[in-house]
């Protein structure tokens, strides 16, 4: 049950990083790896995208199913997988001959090309929570783009519906690739952004906006946080989903996780026999959140149905679970504000399932 130590100067960064493994990469597609196939359907937005003002398909869409995947994105194929990855379309434009570009300048050389990728996921909700690896929080977005959606130079990303978008342009400027961005939103079905209905948990008071995530599968969990590592919490076998998001300020932000267990049919995850836990629930969930704050933490202690710890510069990791939901506030420098983040995102009010 001991995990290896982890360095300390890594474990006081612990609790804000980001997930930093490679969601979206970007190098070049191996053919010998690839699975493509040629366009068919010029209604299906995977297989031809048309009409975008000052812009023309360069060439015929590459289409990469599961196992292509690996080809295409380098070191990120598994956490693509593991949010339900149905199809993957790779399209690529160049200026209008002799016309403009989308953002009215003159034709530029192929070399200036925008590069689309449009990742079909399993559902809505699934096609948020790959997008929202990527998010920060206080991301710069396009009003005119209705979907939720981020731009930075040279890339821009936005997910409608069951569909994730990612534009690659690294020598066209943000206005170029904001106009190009909302005029591909427009072709993408959807009815905006899904977002499960799990994330309605986290308490707004205090979050930095955007910074929600969904986490799904053992990769982006370990992303997330080293506290998630373990195996006992189910997320590599499906059991348990979580929702996290940032809170406070610079240099003092912390990060507040919810685990919902029972992901999988509860006839596959009940309890074992005579268990206190309800249904999902690792029977011995707290002591097992013990021990990780044991080996990771100073000053560990259980003040009633909550176990608390401090880093090296004193800030506070607090851990809680009531029902299904188990809620994890990481790196507060306040331990008053960790208690009441707990409570807001445990009370009963504000469920997401039944408990």
């Given at each position: 049950?001991?995990?290896?130590?982890?360095?300390?100067?890594?474990?006081?960064?612990?609790?804000?990083?980001?997930?930093?493994?490679?969601?979206?990469?970007?190098?070049?597609?191996?053919?010998?790896?690839?699975?493509?196939?040629?366009?068919?359907?010029?209604?299906?937005?995977?297989?031809?995208?048309?009409?975008?003002?000052?812009?023309?398909?360069?060439?015929?869409?590459?289409?990469?199913?599961?196992?292509?995947?690996?080809?295409?994105?380098?070191?990120?194929?598994?956490?693509?997988?593991?949010?339900?990855?149905?199809?993957?379309?790779?399209?690529?434009?160049?200026?209008?001959?002799?016309?403009?570009?989308?953002?009215?300048?003159?034709?530029?050389?192929?070399?200036?090309?925008?590069?689309?990728?449009?990742?079909?996921?399993?559902?809505?909700?699934?096609a948020?929570?790959?997008?929202?690896?990527?998010?920060?929080?206080?991301?710069?977005?396009?009003?005119?783009?209705?979907?939720?959606?981020?731009i930075?130079?040279?890339?821009?990303?936005?997910?409608?519906?069951?569909?994730?978008?990612?534009?690659?342009?690294?020598?066209?400027?943000?206005?170029?690739?904001?106009?190009?961005?909302?005029?591909?939103?427009?072709?993408?079905?959807?009815?905006?952004?899904?977002?499960?209905?799990?994330?309605?948990?986290?308490?707004?008071?205090?979050?930095?906006?955007?910074?929600?995530?969904?986490?799904?599968?053992?990769?982006?969990?370990?992303?997330?946080?080293?506290?998630?590592?373990?195996?006992?919490?189910?997320?590599?076998?499906?059991?348990?989903?979580?929702?996290?998001?940032?809170?406070?300020?610079?240099?003092?932000?912390?990060?507040?996780?919810i685990?919902e267990f029972?992901?999988?049919?509860?006839?596959?995850?009940?309890?074992a026999?005579?268990?206190a836990?309800?249904?999902?629930?690792?029977?011995?969930?707290?002591?097992?959140?013990?021990?990780?704050?044991?080996?990771?933490?100073?000053?560990?202690?259980?003040?009633?149905?909550?176990?608390?710890?401090?880093?090296?510069?004193?800030?506070?990791?607090?851990?809680?679970?009531?029902?299904?939901?188990?809620?994890?506030v990481?790196?507060?420098?306040?331990?008053?504000?960790?208690?009441s983040?707990?409570?807001?995102?445990?009370?009963?009010?504000?469920?997401?399932?039944?408990?």
């Amino acid at each position: 049950m001991k995990l290896p130590a982890i360095p300390l100067v890594v474990l006081v960064a612990a609790a804000c990083r980001a997930g930093d493994a490679p969601i979206l990469a970007h190098g070049a597609p191996s053919p010998a790896r690839m699975e493509e196939r040629p366009g068919r359907d010029t209604r299906d937005v995977m297989r031809s995208v048309d009409g975008i003002p000052g812009w023309v398909r360069a060439e015929e869409p590459r289409i990469f199913m599961r196992e292509g995947l690996y080809g295409h994105i380098n070191g990120g194929a598994e956490l693509v997988l593991q949010y339900g990855f149905r199809e993957l379309a790779v399209h690529a434009f160049e200026p209008e001959r002799g016309g403009a570009g989308a953002a009215g300048e003159a034709a530029a050389p192929a070399a200036r090309e925008i590069v689309l990728e449009i990742y079909r996921m399993e559902s809505g909700e699934a096609a948020f929570g790959l997008y929202s690896t990527r998010l920060e929080g206080g991301e710069e977005s396009r009003p005119e783009v209705g979907s939720d959606n981020w731009i930075m130079p040279g890339q821009a990303n936005f997910v409608k519906g069951e569909y994730l978008v990612n534009i690659l342009a690294s020598d066209r400027t943000d206005r170029e690739v904001g106009a190009f961005m909302a005029a591909i939103e427009k072709k993408v079905p959807g009815e905006g952004t899904v977002r499960p209905a799990g994330m309605s948990r986290l308490p707004v008071e205090g979050m930095v906006p955007g910074s929600g995530r969904y986490i799904k599968g053992a990769l982006a969990a370990q992303n997330e946080s080293p506290f998630l590592e373990a195996g006992f919490w189910g997320f590599g076998e499906g059991r348990a989903e979580a929702y996290a998001a940032r809170y406070g300020a610079a240099p003092a932000l912390s990060k507040l996780i919810i685990v919902e267990f029972g992901a999988m049919p509860i006839h596959r995850i009940d309890a074992a026999p005579g268990s206190a836990a309800p249904p999902g629930v690792p029977p011995d969930l707290a002591e097992s959140v013990s021990i990780v704050f044991r080996d990771y933490l100073r000053d560990v202690r259980r003040d009633g149905d909550t176990i608390e710890g401090r880093n090296q510069i004193g800030r506070w990791f607090l851990f809680r679970s009531e029902g299904r939901f188990a809620a994890l506030v990481l790196g507060e420098p306040n331990r008053a504000a960790a208690l009441s983040r707990l409570d807001e995102a445990l009370r009963p009010s504000r469920s997401a399932s039944p408990l």
